[in-house]
């Protein structure tokens, strides 16, 4: 993927944070904090893939949501190329929506149900100007059907609902290939479709980063989802960062406990032969708990639990040049540049 000749990267997002304010009635809470001071980079050099991985309640959707623009952030700062998304005019965002396409959990729900499936695709080629005629438009919505392993004759003249899931999903992303975006957000993508279609649905988001120079921050709560995608991962609990790195190397040797936690609830098709080691945190939803803003967020149920992880917040450190982790058992390691 091609950088600015500035050398802005692709997208940042610095200290972001996100608060859900509860207003009035008897039975309000306080104020939810959905992402707490949370930053990522990809480069503009080469296209990446980075999955965010955590519970549910951890934040990884709303962060979606912030980059697509779609949730306004409360502090910190969301950049497209060196370009705060919030302050774009009406043709910057126009440029960014397309540059940066969402793949949603529902496929269903994003298609007009009225509209046959050459309809949406011939949509696209015509809002964009892909196509200078009726036979280039064809020729185009053929091949990008083909590049998701959708025959056009199967779908082609169909209503949405009269599709699979997973046809549905493989045609948003027929409307990707289409027009060639530098990003995708796919917020639980694959959670909808069938098992046997999970695998084809993951090579095409390898291949469209190999190919087109497409990046994609794919979310889930899936490790084994992440594993097979490979690249980067940030790992997320409560609102928080708390490991991230290649994922070789978060996964094969993590350093927080609760990627611990989130390996050891992999199952395996034999026990005797987990990832690589035994359970070591009590299996406890993250949403149950409390948590104090000035401590670690997996106090409650962390086997190595010190004094300084009740009272203080820990920064990441510096476990490789391709590793960081938030936890106190490695204060003895670099603190990670801001």
């Keep these: 993927m091609t950088s600015r000749s500035n050398g802005?990267?692709?997208?940042?997002?610095?200290?972001?944070?996100?608060?859900?304010?509860?207003?009035?009635?008897?039975?309000?809470?306080?104020?939810?904090?959905?992402?707490?001071?949370?930053?990522?980079?990809?480069?503009?050099?080469?296209?990446?893939?980075?999955?965010?991985?955590?519970?549910?309640?951890?934040?990884?959707?709303?962060?979606?949501?912030?980059?697509?623009?779609?949730?306004?952030?409360?502090?910190?700062?969301?950049?497209?190329?060196?370009?705060?998304?919030?302050?774009?005019?009406?043709?910057?965002?126009?440029?960014?929506?397309?540059?940066?396409?969402?793949?949603?959990?529902?496929?269903?729900?994003?298609?007009?149900?009225?509209?046959?499936?050459?309809?949406?695709?011939?949509?696209?080629?015509?809002?964009?100007?892909?196509?200078?005629?009726?036979?280039?438009?064809?020729?185009?919505?053929?091949?990008?059907?083909?590049?998701?392993?959708?025959?056009?004759?199967?779908?082609?003249?169909?209503?949405?609902?009269?599709?699979?899931?997973?046809?549905?999903?493989?045609?948003?992303?027929?409307?990707?290939?289409?027009?060639?975006?530098?990003?995708?957000?796919a917020d639980e993508p694959i959670s909808m479709i069938d098992a046997a279609l999970r695998a084809l649905f993951l090579n095409i988001l390898i291949d469209f980063r190999d190919e087109l120079g497409i990046s994609c921050i794919f979310i889930t709560h899936n490790l084994a989802t992440a594993y097979y995608l490979g690249g980067e991962i940030m790992v997320m609990c409560r609102g928080r960062s708390i490991e991230e790195g290649a994922m070789d190397s978060v996964v094969k040797e993590p350093s927080h406990p609760y990627t611990q936690l989130l390996i050891d609830s992999v199952p395996s098709q034999d026990p005797r032969n987990r990832w690589n080691s035994k359970r070591t945190t009590n299996a406890v939803e993250a949403s149950e708990l409390t948590f104090s803003a000035n401590a670690c967020v997996i106090v409650e149920r962390c086997p190595h639990v010190m004094d300084i992880c009740r009272n203080s917040r820990p920064p990441e450190y510096v476990i490789n040049d391709q590793h960081t982790t938030a936890c106190f058992l490695y204060e003895d390691h670099k603190v990670a540049a801001n």
């Design 8 to 185: 802005a990267p692709l997208l940042e997002v610095a200290h972001v944070r996100k608060v859900f304010s509860n207003t009035g009635g008897l039975l309000s809470a306080q104020d939810v904090v959905a992402l707490d001071d949370v930053s990522l980079m990809l480069q503009g050099d080469e296209a990446k893939l980075l999955t965010i991985v955590g519970e549910s309640g951890s934040g990884k959707s709303t962060l979606a949501r912030c980059i697509l623009g779609l949730t306004p952030i409360t502090e910190g700062s969301i950049r497209y190329r060196g370009q705060e998304i919030s302050q774009m005019n009406r043709a910057a965002l126009h440029a960014y929506r397309r540059a940066v396409q969402p793949v949603f959990q529902d496929p269903y729900a994003t298609y007009n149900p009225f509209y046959r499936i050459d309809r949406v695709l011939n949509m696209i080629v015509r809002k964009f100007k892909l196509a200078s005629s009726t036979g280039e438009a064809t020729k185009l919505i053929d091949e990008a059907l083909r590049a998701v392993d959708l025959r056009p004759h199967d779908v082609l003249g169909r209503y949405p609902h009269q599709l699979s899931g997973g046809e549905r999903q493989r045609i948003m992303l027929a409307r990707i290939y289409l027009m060639k975006p530098r990003l995708i957000i």
